[in-house]
């Protein structure tokens, strides 16, 4: 099944305390992105990377750091959570822009709370 | 500035109840508009892309259609089955190789029995 897979579902930490989200696609897309959607703001892009070793900022990558070492593998980093990057995280992918199918691909997404 | 803003924010209807949901943006130069269905805790999941004005897609009971100012989603007889937050973005061309989408903030229906 064409997918994307991130884990975990679910994060309670504490302040200061490293964390990764995984995020893995099994469709070959070249293009995925990190997403957060808090109530009353939607959703935010983070980062965003063209394929593999390229990556670059979104609208909110402060506190976030990304690499893309293998095409289906997206991790997210926080390397000192805090409270205010406690929300709903998302990973996406998608094909080119020629391609008919584009559009993104969403994974389940992940809950974080940073106390 | 890009900006995406949907209407009704909140929309409640009678199983079978007919009716449209609106999607009006300002884009500098459009190259494509997105719907998405949200089901509560999960990600978005993609229904349709409409790139120029004129063009209409259908899948069930959904229709999306576009002019230059907005798009609208049609929910033709629609059943409980079909609540859930109904969100659509924009990739504008300014945004370059990167394909990030400016996003509303949805519409929530809610279809009842």
């Known amino acids: 099944e064409a997918q994307v897979t991130q884990n975990p579902r679910y994060l309670i930490t504490v302040t200061g305390k490293k964390l990764t989200v995984t995020c893995s696609q099994n469709m070959n897309h070249e293009y995925m992105s990190w997403y957060r959607q808090d109530p009353g703001l939607g959703l935010r892009q983070i980062y965003y990377s063209m394929n593999v070793e390229v990556t670059d900022k979104g609208d909110v990558p402060e506190g976030y750091k990304v690499s893309r070492k293998e095409k289906r593998n997206f991790p997210l980093i926080l390397e000192s959570p805090s409270p205010n990057q406690t929300s709903l995280y998302f990973c996406?992918?998608?094909f080119g822009m020629g391609n008919p199918n584009y559009g993104y691909t969403f994974g389940s997404g992940t809950r974080l709370t940073v106390v | 500035e890009d900006q995406v803003t949907q209407s009704p924010e909140a929309l409640r209807l009678q199983e079978g109840e007919s009716s449209s949901l609106n999607c009006s943006y300002t884009v500098s130069g459009l190259r494509g508009l997105f719907w998405y269905r949200q089901d509560p805790g999960k990600g978005p999941e993609f229904l349709f892309t409409?790139?120029?004005?004129?063009e209409e897609k259908e899948k069930e009971r959904l229709k999306a259609t576009l002019t230059k100012k907005e798009s609208f989603l049609h929910i033709t007889a629609p059943k409980p089955e079909d609540s859930a937050t109904y969100l659509c973005?924009?990739?504008?061309?300014?945004?370059?190789?990167?394909?990030?989408?400016?996003w509303g903030l949805g519409t929530s229906l809610a279809v009842n029995p």
């Open positions: 996406a992918s998608s």
């Open positions: 409409l790139y120029s004005a004129g």
């Open positions: 973005a924009v990739h504008s061309r300014w945004a370059g190789n990167n394909r990030k989408l400016i």
